[in-house]
């Protein structure tokens, strides 16, 4: 059966054509052999070739104009801005992505595999950034430049893009980079693609993220490392006194202690949307506490609808090599994961006023900055309407989650930008991003190629919300 050259199902054809002809993993190898680790500052000329002689070529032979901008924090890493305007009538969606990576961790994935060479096994694509963001972004220009091909050079609406090189170490200069250029930023849409689905075979959109405050506890008695027999008892052990202060925050079952941590109440159309949400139980997911976090919630709602307080670091003395010594000093890194409507620009003083009021005045507290929550509301017009194009697409359901459990720079769009904005993740939760062995399904990339095909053709067509 032919298909027609000018036809949704063409640009579908061309989109996935573009994997099984091997195309788009020639592209992708070449982006993940590109070393673009955003915390290396030896990496820095891989940042500014990923822009320059990756991204930007590609975008001016799919019809945009490219201006690269000044990172407004000093030596930030490289940001790109394009623009491809067919009409000033016509309306208009923006895209990002993210194109540097976490360390390799080399010496730590499975035999066979290297961060820095794309490999293909038992239907999975391994290497670093395959899944976050360099497989996300590929799939995405992929997909659009088969609607361009099959549109004859047309999308039927304006397109923007606006690409980043230092998402992984919290998006340096990206907000205000969006308060400069907002005019020039305007939209009608925002979409893109990072993190995960729910799960590998649940096709999701995501419509915000959780926030994240991050902070750190330090306590320094000022007397050094000290002998444990000649001392101890008699001098203050301050990882002990660290980990009390952390008790007053959270239970031995990680429920939160103190008020001003917690969510406000969820909104009935959020728990309706995560109550029943499957978590974990896939090859590779962590095994699951039930007597773990926010009593009386099921584990969708605690990912997804509730506040919640990690240790990322805790250290005091040596365990490696550890001597008969009270530890000179204790340090916890420390970060709250936070739903929208949480008060998170006060947490720096509600802490200290928490830690002073329990007798812990002598721990400092430095806080290490966050991101806002975000959430469009799951009955916006926009959120129908892609979902709807997706599930044509793909032809079966496609899950909606309010918001990620992760948190991602949504706030510089939803919020500097104010626009709707709705994420297409191409990933799953184990694929090892920021880990050894990341990589991306097969099927995965096959769904993203199509749906992304259809959404950008369906953008073009009559009956879109704008």
């Known amino acids: 059966m032919s298909l027609s050259s000018y036809s949704r199902e063409h640009a ?25 680790v955003s915390q290396d500052p030896n990496c820095r000329d891989a940042l500014d070739h990923y822009i320059t002689d990756e991204i930007a070529p590609l975008l001016a032979r799919l019809g945009f104009t490219c201006q690269p901008l000044e990172n407004p924090q000093p030596d930030g890493p490289p940001l790109l801005m394009g623009q491809r305007l067919e009409a000033p009538e016509l309306p208009t969606l923006l895209i990002y992505g993210h194109g540097d990576v976490t360390p390799g961790q080399d010496d730590q994935w499975q035999i066979g595999l290297t961060p820095w060479q794309m490999t293909m096994q038992e239907g999975r694509l391994y290497g670093r950034g395959a899944a976050d963001n360099k497989g996300q972004h590929s799939i995405n220009l992929a997909a659009l430049e088969a609607v361009i091909t099959a549109r004859e050079g047309r999308l039927g609406f304006n397109l923007k893009i606006l690409f980043e090189m230092g998402e992984e170490i919290g998006s340096p200069g990206l907000e205000e980079t969006c308060r400069r250029h907002a005019e020039a930023l305007s939209a009608d849409l925002f979409v893109a693609s990072d993190g995960p689905r729910i799960r590998h075979d649940m096709p999701t959109l995501f419509l915000g993220s959780r926030g994240m405050y991050r902070f750190r506890l330090t306590l ?77 919630m099921t584990f969708g709602e605690r990912l997804y609808g509730a506040n919640t307080f990690e240790v990322l670091g805790l250290s005091a003395g040596a365990t490696d090599q550890p001597v008969a010594a009270i530890p000179a000093r204790a340090e916890a890194i420390c970060q709250l994961r936070f739903v929208e409507g949480s008060d998170w620009q006060a947490l720096g003083e509600q802490l200290r006023a928490h830690l002073d009021a329990h007798g812990f005045e002598a721990v400092t507290l430095a806080s290490e900055g966050g991101y806002a929550a975000t959430r469009l509301d799951p009955g916006h017009p926009w959120v129908g309407f892609v979902q709807a194009s997706m599930q044509q697409s ?8 309010p918001n990620l459990g992760g948190t991602i ?50 953008l073009g067509e009559p009956g879109r919300p704008f």
């Open 220 to 296: 320094d008695p000022g007397n050094g490392a000290r002998h444990s027999g000649n001392w101890g008892g008699v001098i203050t052990n301050p990882a002990w006194v660290m980990v009390h202060a952390l008790s007053t925050l959270v239970s031995e079952q990680g429920t939160l202690r103190a008020d001003f941590l917690r969510a406000p109440a969820m909104p009935d159309s959020v728990r309706a949307l995560v109550r029943d949400l499957p978590v974990g139980g896939e090859r590779g997911d962590p095994a699951l506490n039930a007597d773990w976090g926010e009593p009386g």
């Open 394 to 401: 793909l032809g079966e359901t496609v899950h909606l989650l």
């Open 409 to 458: 720079p949504n706030h510089c769009f939803a919020d500097v930008l104010g626009l709707p904005t709705v994420w297409v993740p191409h990933s799953y939760p184990s694929c090892q991003q920021h880990a050894p062995n990341e990589h991306l399904p097969e099927h995965i990339v096959t769904q993203g190629l199509a749906g992304m095909a259809g959404l950008f053709w369906d």
């Open 12 to 36: 579908l054809f061309l989109a996935l054509e573009t994997w099984h002809s091997g195309r788009l993993a020639e592209d992708l190898a070449r982006r993940i052999a590109c070393r673009t």
